[in-house]
């Protein structure tokens, strides 16, 4: 089986990074990382979403451009390489995902439009502060139409105008849906390692909610949209990776020590060419996630959660050693390398620690092989 993308597909990631590195430079990053208070730049935002790369997924019945899940992929991949200062992860692969997912047919033809035009952003409010999400420490209230609680931290939540909230209803979790430019919201800005990624602290104060799609176990609904959101956040991480590498190879060739390039040295061979094997085995894991999500495939829950921690682990890798091959600058506020190093730990964050993520495919595995063994002995 063939996991590569097609010429079709490898022509549309070209031109992403074309476009990328046009709208995109670190200048721009730098912007938003010298001004926290932007969480993203409005203006790349405003272009990203005239390429039509917001709706990618989304079906053409609810105003996107139904590319499918592998370009959007590669669009991540691309995302990610240029540390692009956008809400593209929380509105794209997060809210619009838990509304196509999850939701009722009146609830994405009213969403997902502006969604997929770049109108409006949404995103996912889940955490409530540090520790593990789950129905016992879940202390935001759904009833009776209204929210109540705190959310913190949210991703982008200063910028979406739109989120989907995990919160406790009569007959246990529940996802809803809330306007955040609505009565009973108050937001404030919460400082990160990374701030081109912005996050938010929202307090809601009886406002106005409605329960996502038919309601049901929200922990579970919740699992199934953060496998979707894992494989085109790990072809995100794919690409940070990629460039980071990139990055310190550049450097290695072109910075001399005691007559020779650093590159030359084994103790920097070494580093690297482990650094490669981790993006090799990230790039597997991320290909086959593609395919699970693009064929809605039985094996999509264990291929999100390999995915995920080979991403995690292949950009924290990248981003950690080519720090210490840039040396002594690596670390300086001048130099880049520590703009990978800030949207690794975010990255590795915003779903969900890489931890986290290995119990849940030992759970998985286990499950299945049960599955497995109790269908052998049926027979």
């Not at 200063?158 to 306007?179: E, Q, R």
Request: a negative charge; one cysteine or more.
């Amino acid at each position: 089986m063939d996991f590569d993308y097609t010429d079709e597909q490898k022509a549309l990631k070209d031109e992403a990074r074309r476009f990328l590195g046009d709208a995109s430079p670190i200048s721009v990053v730098r912007g938003v990382l010298e001004n926290p208070e932007r969480g993203h730049d409005a203006a790349l935002w405003a272009r990203v979403a005239e390429q039509g790369w917001c709706g990618a997924a989304i079906p053409e019945a609810y105003g996107g451009s139904e590319f499918g899940y592998v370009e959007l992929c590669g669009l991540a991949e691309e995302l990610g390489r240029s540390l692009a200062p956008v809400p593209f992860a929380s509105s794209v692969y997060q809210f619009a995902e838990a509304v196509l997912a999850e939701g009722t047919e009146e609830q994405k033809l009213e969403l997902l439009p502006a969604i997929a035009s770049g109108e409006a952003i949404g995103t996912i409010a889940v955490s409530e502060g540090p520790g593990k999400v789950s129905a016992k420490r879940l202390a935001t209230r759904y009833a009776n139409g209204t929210l109540t609680g705190e959310k913190l931290p949210v991703a982008d939540g200063m910028a979406a105008g739109k989120a989907v909230v995990l919160a406790m209803g009569s007959d246990g979790p529940v996802l809803v849906l809330t306007d955040l430019a609505g009565p009973g919201i108050d937001r404030r800005i919460v400082p990160t390692l990374d701030p081109t990624r912005g996050a938010a602290q929202i307090v809601f104060d009886n406002a106005p909610a409605q329960v996502l799609g038919a309601g049901g176990d929200g922990i579970a609904a919740l699992a199934r949209v953060h496998d979707r959101s894992a494989v085109l956040m790990s072809f995100e991480q794919l690409g940070g990776a990629d460039r980071a590498l990139e990055m310190a190879r550049d450097y290695a060739l072109e910075r001399y020590a005691f007559g020779r390039p650093i590159g030359s040295y084994q103790a920097i061979k070494h580093k690297l060419a482990d650094v490669f094997i981790r993006i090799e085995v990230a790039r597997a894991s991320a290909y086959y996630g593609a395919w699970a999500l693009s064929t809605n495939a039985a094996e999509l829950p264990v291929a999100a959660a390999a995915a995920r921690i080979a991403g995690c682990n292949a950009y924290w890798q990248a981003a950690k050693e080519n720090i210490q091959t840039h040396g002594g600058i690596g670390f300086t506020w001048e130099a880049d390398p520590h703009l990978h190093y800030r949207r690794a730990r975010h990255l590795g964050l915003v779903l969900g620690s890489a931890k986290a993520w290995k119990h849940k495919l030992t759970d998985r595995l286990e499950a299945q092989r049960a599955a497995s063994n109790a269908e052998r002995h049926a027979a």
